[in-house]
């Protein structure tokens, strides 16, 4: 058995490296400097220790156990199994983009091979997996699918930043496109999932239930931000109704805050596509996107707000903002929303300083044309603003940061009495 994992981002790595404990593993990334990254021993996602990477990493293809990660799809020849784990976004109007799988796809056809099972784990909506991706496999291979190659789904349900939850430790569903690969699959996984496995029916079920997972918390989400804008009229702590309302049993603890990343801010999009294509126009999915897309404005709205009432000219003022990442100790900035808070400060005249000691500067830059910084700043501000709660930020002296009439703004709910006010 020889295992090639396609993307080794926050998805592929970790998984590459637990198979590696017990399996040969290729990692394939398009990214070269990447590969020379995981080479030298270090993940800068952050997702795998050094120390845990340098113990499965194999200076070639050929060992019958650890991972050797390559940029060049030859290397990939002699394997069986091919796990694609690349990204899935959406574009400027929020429509699927299914780009990356194509091309990993024709990538993994170039080299497909008799017996050969291709699982996809990126996050799609119901279909993708047979309607999309395996045509591409068959007519690049010139091979049959489910007679001369087969395939399965096992959605991902890696959670950036956490130790605790890692992969091995979070129940794994999968599936095949027949019921003999799906048994199979489904054994491959639970050799080294110790959290356990569920086989779906099939590959629909497993996509559909992917995407369902993140909707269902985006939902939830959208619906204590929208308690929160309430409860700010009416001039009532949400985080203190939220705490007395969880004394119940059954209440779900959510929190409300900006939703970005990858997974809850745009798998709704997928599954809203797919009910479309199908006559339908899902009314509660889309509703709670359109109110979580727009937490931003409304978090710069009451920062504004706030500034005014402390007798703070807000044009012209200076703003620290801490983080730029979509979650807290994590460098992933991919849809991240805080983007949409400085974007609607800076409207207002507001000059914004970005802290963020994970972010990598040259990546926000890329993708959101904003510089920012590394290091704690000299400077003193007009207000603060806690946009990410990294471990770092909640260590800071804040008096240190702040000019003498100032204020601080904490949409994380985590600084306590030092904020003037939260989300």
């Known amino acids: 058995m020889k295992i090639a994992i396609i993307g080794l981002g926050y998805v592929g790595l970790p998984l590459a490296r637990l198979f590696a404990t017990k399996y040969s593993v290729i990692g394939f990334d398009i990214n070269e400097s990447r590969i020379a990254s995981l080479k030298s021993g270090t993940d800068t996602t952050l997702e795998v220790d050094d120390v845990t990477l ?15 990660c390559t940029s060049s799809l030859n290397d990939l020849a002699a394997c069986n199994y091919f796990i694609i784990t690349v990204p899935t976004p959406v574009d400027k109007n929020n429509r699927p983009d299914l780009t990356p799988l194509y091309k990993s796809s024709e990538s993994v056809g170039k080299i497909l091979k008799k017996g050969d099972i ?64 799906g048994l199979k699959v489904d054994a491959l996984y639970k050799s080294v999932i ?85 006559g339908y126009h899902p009314e509660i999915i889309l509703a709670g996107r359109r109110l979580n897309d727009s937490m931003g404005e409304y978090v710069a709205s009451q920062i504004v707000k706030l500034m005014i009432k ?30 949409d ?47 990410v709660a990294h471990a770092e930020f909640l260590k800071l002296n804040f008096s240190e940061l702040q000019k003498e009439d100032s204020l601080i703004y904490d949409v994380k709910g985590v600084l306590g009495a030092i904020a003037d006010n939260r989300l």
């Open 54 to 68: 340098q113990k499965v990493l194999v200076d070639n293809a050929d060992q019958n156990a650890g991972l050797y």
């Open 118 to 181: 291709v699982i996809y784990e990126s996050t799609v909506y119901p279909g993708v997996t047979e309607e999309q991706c395996v045509p591409v496999l068959e007519k690049v291979s010139g091979l049959t699918f489910n007679e001369d190659f087969f395939a399965g789904y096992s959605p991902e349900r890696i959670n950036p930043g956490d130790k605790e939850h890692t992969v091995e430790k979070i129940l794994k569903v999968t599936s095949g496109s027949t019921l003999e690969i």
């Open 194 to 278: 110790t959290a356990g496995t569920h086989l779906a029916p099939s590959i629909k079920v497993a996509e559909a239930a992917k995407v369902i997972e993140n909707s269902q918390r985006d939902i939830n989400i959208a619906f204590v931000n929208e308690l929160a804008k309430i409860f700010n009229l009416m001039g009532i702590d949400t985080q203190e109704v939220l705490t007395a309302a969880a004394t119940k049993w059954n209440f779900l603890p959510f929190k409300p805050g900006l939703v970005g990343g990858h997974c809850i801010g745009v798998d709704p999009y997928y599954l809203a596509q797919r009910a479309q294509e199908f």
């Open 310 to 339: 402390k007798g703070i000219s807000v044009n012209g003022a200076n703003l620290l903002m801490l983080g730029i990442t979509f979650k807290e100790n994590c460098p992933d900035v991919r849809n991240t929303k805080i983007v």
């Open 341 to 387: 808070v400085v974007k609607a400060l800076k409207e207002y005249g507001i000059k914004v300083t970005i802290f963020d000691p994970l972010a990598n500067a040259n990546d926000v830059k890329k993708e959101y044309n904003l510089i920012t910084i590394n290091s704690i700043p000299n400077d003193k501000f007009d207000a603060i603003v806690l946009g």
